[in-house]
Structure formats: C-alpha cells, structure tokens
C-alpha cells in the first residue's frame, strides 16, 4: 500500500523558514516526477514546487521563487521542501504529490498526481 507521510509543519513567525519532508513507502518513486502543492482555507489547491524523476530539473510558483527550495533523495524514497522568509501568506496544509507518469518533471497541475500525502499545517504569524 502506497504511502506519503508529510512532516515539518508548524507554526513559525514571519521571515523564519521551515522544512517540510514528504516520505513514501510502499513502492519506489525513483522514475516519477513529485511536487508539493498548497491549499489555504477557502481556495483550490495550488501548485507551489516540482522536481524531475531525476532531480536534475525543479520549477516553482512565482509566489515562492527565490524563497522556497525543492529536492529528493531517491535512496529515502523522499522528497523535502526548504521555505525561508515565511510570509503570512504562505499559510496553507501543504501536500506532497508524486506524478503518475513515468520519468516526469513534476508537473504544476494537480490531475497528474497519482497518489497524495495526508497534508501539514504551515502557519506563519505576521
């Protein structure tokens, strides 16, 4: 049975930085694309970071260009996303997502995704 387990949320004041880490278990995600996307109350879901099946290729959100960074380590099966200079707009349950198809570079739409974690709370005060 495939799952993904996020930690790393919290609560956090504005300018500081948290790291979120999604771990899977169940199958091997070596050859998929993975990402993290967001979604605050009373909005969609939201794409915020992808990274290729390799780890060679990431994109962001321009929300968080320059502020967030997204990386894997395909020997833990897991991926993580640095946030540094938190904005209170930054608050939202962040999901992890590994992409459905094989050798992808983690797209920014969330009908790709095959399998989802349970999510974790990011809460940044001003």
């Known amino acids: 049975q495939v799952q993904l387990v996020e930690s790393g949320g919290g609560l956090v004041q504005a300018g500081g930085s948290l790291r979120l880490s999604c771990a899977a278990s169940?199958?091997?995600?070596?050859?998929?694309?993975m990402g993290w996307f967001r979604q605050a109350p009373g909005k969609e879901r939201e794409f915020v970071a992808g990274?290729?099946?390799?780890?060679?290729?990431?994109r962001y959100a321009d929300s968080v260009k320059g502020r967030f960074t997204i990386s894997r380590d395909n020997g833990k099966n897991t991926v993580y996303l640095q946030m540094n200079s938190l904005k209170p707009e930054d608050t939202a349950v962040y999901y992890c997502?590994?992409?459905?198809?094989?050798?992808?570079?983690?797209?920014?739409?969330?009908?790709?995704?095959?399998?989802w974690g349970q999510g974790t709370q990011v809460t940044v005060s001003s």
């Open positions: 169940g199958r091997t995600f070596s050859s998929y694309g």
């Open positions: 990274i290729s099946w390799s780890g060679r290729s990431t």
């Open positions: 997502g590994v992409d459905g198809r094989p050798y992808s570079s983690g797209s920014d739409y969330p009908s790709t995704y095959a399998y």
